[in-house]
């Protein structure tokens, strides 16, 4: 067995303190076993390290020469132990988001710029990412928390719903239908859309909409197809169609009157965002109080 920071640690002591039961009284140890170790340590190396007598405890050679490598050691371990302690300050005080398409880029923006303004101590990191790399994100233990738009279903997750958010007709600001508020599902039906593809998460949530009032998707006008939300956007205010997507999305492209948004009767579009976390563990005081926030968030939005 090799030298340990223990037996270092006795030594410094014992030598800075100039006597045994000194350096017990320092160490909160007896003095039998702080003679025990220095023995130890003269045993591994094969030399005394003291003098001593009934007068006064003087270092050896061997001592001497031990003496600034135990000092630092010290040190070593000292500043280690700072580096540490600021290193866990600043990842306590830094919060790690992982949110899918709609919620990072329309939706949690203005959310994060309120939370920052209530924890200007705080540093916030938020990427945009689709479900499957939010959930091994946060297993990697690369992010706190992940938002995401449809609950997922995991032994080792927490899932809680803290959002709502209800989709609505999107028209070009010049449209036919743009000066109403409100539209009948025939007349909504009787438009050409342009769309999400298959599969994305705000089309799903549409054609689920659809099918609950008996509408064959089949009969939907799709002029296009498209990969992204602001691809849809800009082709809806260039006149090509109309779409389904939540007015959160086109907030700057309604106050400029690009697009309108209209509300279809008889027509049920909402759904929950939700927030997943690991079950084992304490969430760092960064995530927990987002969470907190979003909760209270989703109080005042339901009053």
């Known amino acids: 067995m090799g030298v340990s ?13 100039g006597s045994f039961s000194a350096a017990a009284q320092v160490l909160h140890m007896t003095q039998p076993a702080v003679t025990m170790q220095i023995q130890s340590l003269e045993d591994y190396f094969g030399s005394k390290l003291f003098h001593r007598s009934t007068k006064k405890l003087q270092l050896s050679d061997a001592g001497r020469t031990l003496l600034p490598y135990a000092r630092r050691s010290l040190d070593l371990v000292q500043e280690t132990e700072q580096a540490m302690v600021s290193f866990t300050k600043e990842l306590h005080g830094k919060l790690q988001l992982g949110a899918s398409l709609t919620i990072g880029e329309y939706v949690l923006p203005h ?31 690369r992010l706190d928390l992940g938002l995401v738009e449809a609950p997922v279903t995991d032994i080792d997750m927490v899932v809680e719903a803290v ?10 600001g010049s449209h036919h239908l743009a000066g109403r508020e409100q539209v009948t599902l025939q007349e909504a039906l009787a438009c050409s ?7 994305s998460g705000t ?21 296009m197809e498209l ?14 169609g109309v779409t389904m997507l939540s007015p959160s999305a086109v907030r ?30 304490v969430l760092t005081w960064p995530a927990a ?5 979003l909760r209270q968030h989703r109080e005042k939005e339901s009053e």
């Open 193 to 199: 859309y342009v769309l999400r593809e298959e599969g």
């Open 227 to 240: 990969g992204s939300t602001g691809a849809v956007k800009s082709a809806v205010e260039a006149g090509l």
């Open 203 to 223: 089309r799903s949530v549409m054609e689920d909409a659809l099918q609950q009032q008996g509408v064959d998707l089949r009969n939907l006008q799709v002029a």
């Open 252 to 281: 700057h492209e309604r106050q400029l009157g690009l697009v309108k948004v209209l509300r279809v009767k008889g027509l049920s579009l909402r759904r929950q965002f939700y927030v997943v976390h690991r079950k084992e563990g």
């Open 163 to 172: 959002m709502e958010d209800e989709m609505m007709l999107i028209v070009p």
């Open 5 to 17: 920071f223990h037996q270092l640690h006795i030594f410094y002591t014992v030598a800075s303190r």
């Open 289 to 293: 109080s987002f969470l907190n926030f």
């Open 111 to 141: 959310l994060l710029g309120r939370f920052g303004v209530e924890h200007p101590q705080m540093s916030l990191s938020m990427r945009v990412m689709n479900t499957t790399q939010i959930m091994e994100g946060i297993r990697a233990h």
